[in-house]
């Protein structure tokens, strides 16, 4: 596609439960990025997948949190057993990683609210 | 990577040229500065980095001091279009460090007829 493609873009969900969040980066683009952002705040990374490279998952706020990247290109983001403190918007970003000079492109977000 | 400080908030009448400033005093010889904004609800674009050099691309022209402990953003004909929260970064351009971009509190901009 164009640009970065997340989905749902809204999601409701009661405390507990575990939500999937889907990132489809832009072809070709190596490195993929979540992030999420509460109401009022700024962006707080959480992790970062770069070609076959183990992920970095420094930002991972709980076990809770986890991701894959299938086939290096589609990304799933898992919060399991979520929690009021979760709702949020979830950014993905996707770049050419290995390219010099390159930027990040994010896509529109997905609107996590836990009830 | 390094911090960056910003105004939290500055106004901008349409037409007229905004300056946004950001502060990085301990900027490494190898980081980068990156500007991305945040319009309301959508998710973040990147406007423009540089190194050392003064750069300009249609959106915007980056200046940035000699001793590279400041730069700042120029929107040179600003339009309602423009407000956003406005992000100022710095960071290595190792793949390594490329994804682990330190947004902190941005600029809030707002253009006024």
């Known amino acids: 596609g164009a640009g970065v493609s997340q989905s749902p873009s809204n999601k409701v969900t009661e405390k507990g439960k575990d939500v999937e969040l889907r990132c489809d980066p832009i072809?070709?683009?190596?490195?993929l990025y979540w992030y999420r952002q509460s109401l009022g705040q700024g962006l707080e990374f959480l992790i970062y997948?770069?070609?076959?490279?183990?992920?970095?998952k420094s930002g991972l706020p709980s076990d809770r949190f986890s991701a894959e990247r299938t086939g290096g290109s589609v990304s799933t983001l898992t919060i399991q057993r979520t929690q009021q403190e979760d709702s949020a918007v979830y950014l993905c970003?996707?770049?050419?990683?290995?390219?010099?000079?390159?930027?990040?492109?994010f896509g529109q977000g997905t609107r996590l609210t836990v009830v | 990577d390094a911090k960056t400080t910003q105004p939290p908030s500055m106004d901008c009448a349409e037409g007229r040229a905004a300056n946004l400033p950001c502060n990085h005093s301990?900027?490494?010889?190898?980081?980068?500065v990156y500007w991305y904004r945040q319009i309301h609800s959508q998710g973040p674009q990147y406007i423009i980095h540089?190194?050392?050099n003064n750069e300009t691309n249609e959106m915007a022209s980056l200046i940035i001091t000699e001793d590279r402990k400041s730069s700042t953003l120029i929107l040179p004909h600003a339009t309602l279009r423009d407000t956003a929260v406005y992000y100022c970064?710095?960071?290595?351009?190792?793949?390594?460090?490329?994804?682990?971009?330190?947004f902190g509190a941005g600029t809030q901009v707002v253009v006024t007829p």
């Open positions: 997948f770069q070609g076959n490279s183990a992920p970095d």
């Open positions: 072809s070709g683009h190596t490195a």
């Open positions: 970003a996707s770049s050419l990683g290995n390219r010099f000079g390159t930027e990040a492109f």
């Open positions: 540089g190194l050392k």
């Open positions: 970064i710095v960071s290595l351009m190792t793949t390594d460090s490329w994804g682990k971009f330190q």
């Open positions: 301990t900027i490494s010889g190898n980081e980068y």
